[in-house]
């Protein structure tokens, strides 16, 4: 459903990804694993549109997405979380949910309703709704992201680093978000430091380094390479419960 192949790209002419490539299929959770500077936002980064890539082809469910803008990469059903928080502090939960629908403006009714069963699908939304987001924890704040990426029934998400600076509690509450935005069939491109979290939730993972893959097969194949994990993160990851 997405295909990455041979991807050349970064910032001003320097290239972080050399020959990136990944195939990611229908309804899994993928995710891509790797240290500090790999250039795992610049994966996502380069999918979602906010930088073009150099080489490569980028496919997703048969629509060429190389060199459309950001805009018109949401309306193909692709949208992303980024790793750094961007919710408007002083709008409400509510308000800042609704946001995710502004590229389609053609029915007010229809993001309403998509509203409403949003709030169902996560108690969050529904019990915070009119509190500003700025009140929110940072797992709390994690959720309503979430929530505004699903506003148009994508059909890829991409979430960089879900649980950076979350305490374990909130960890799970993402983990089983994640679970139930896949449920209700998007197809999940993550992109985690903490490798335990990553191979708990994903079909598949992609363990990149300097801008290539180095690795990548199933969550249980790829946790059983403790050396090479051992290599690239200082450490092999914990077993999973
Ligand atoms: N806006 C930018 N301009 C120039 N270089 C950048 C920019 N953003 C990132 N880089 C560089 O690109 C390389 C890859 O960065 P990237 O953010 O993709 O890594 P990452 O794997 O996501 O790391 P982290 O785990 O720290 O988030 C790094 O060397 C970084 O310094
Ligand atoms: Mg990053």
């Given at each position: 459903m997405i295909s990455l192949s041979d991807v050349y790209g970064g910032y001003g002419g320097l290239d972080i990804l050399s020959g990136f490539g990944i195939q990611v299929e229908k309804g899994s959770i993928n995710c891509i694993v790797g240290p500090n500077g790999a250039g795992k936002s610049t994966v996502l980064k380069t999918l979602s549109g906010v930088l073009r890539p150099r080489r490569g082809s980028i496919v997703v469910d048969g629509i060429d997405l190389t060199g459309m803008s950001p805009t018109e990469i949401i309306r193909t059903g692709v949208v992303q979380v980024p790793q750094r928080h961007g919710l408007?502090?002083?709008?409400t939960v509510r308000q800042n949910v609704m946001m995710?629908?502004?590229?389609?403006?053609?029915?007010a009714g229809r993001l309403r309703a998509r509203y409403e069963e949003l709030a169902g699908m996560f108690p969050l939304i529904a019990k915070r709704s009119a509190e500003r987001a700025g009140s929110l924890s940072g797992g709390q704040r994690r959720i309503v992201e979430f929530a505004r990426a699903m506003m148009l029934d994508p059909k890829v998400i991409l979430l960089d680093e879900p649980t950076l600076g979350l305490d374990p509690q909130s960890r799970a509450v993402i983990h089983e978000s994640t679970r139930a935005m896949n449920a209700m069939g998007t197809t999940i491109l993550m992109v985690e430091q903490n490798v335990r979290f990553g191979l708990s939730l994903a079909d598949r993972v992609t363990v990149m380094s300097a801008g290539a893959v180095v690795l990548e097969g199933t969550a249980s194949e790829i946790a059983d390479h403790p050396d090479l994990m051992g290599l690239f993160f200082g450490h092999a990851p914990e077993p999973r419960e």
């Open positions: 408007f502090a002083t709008l995710g629908g502004y590229v389609d403006r053609r029915a």
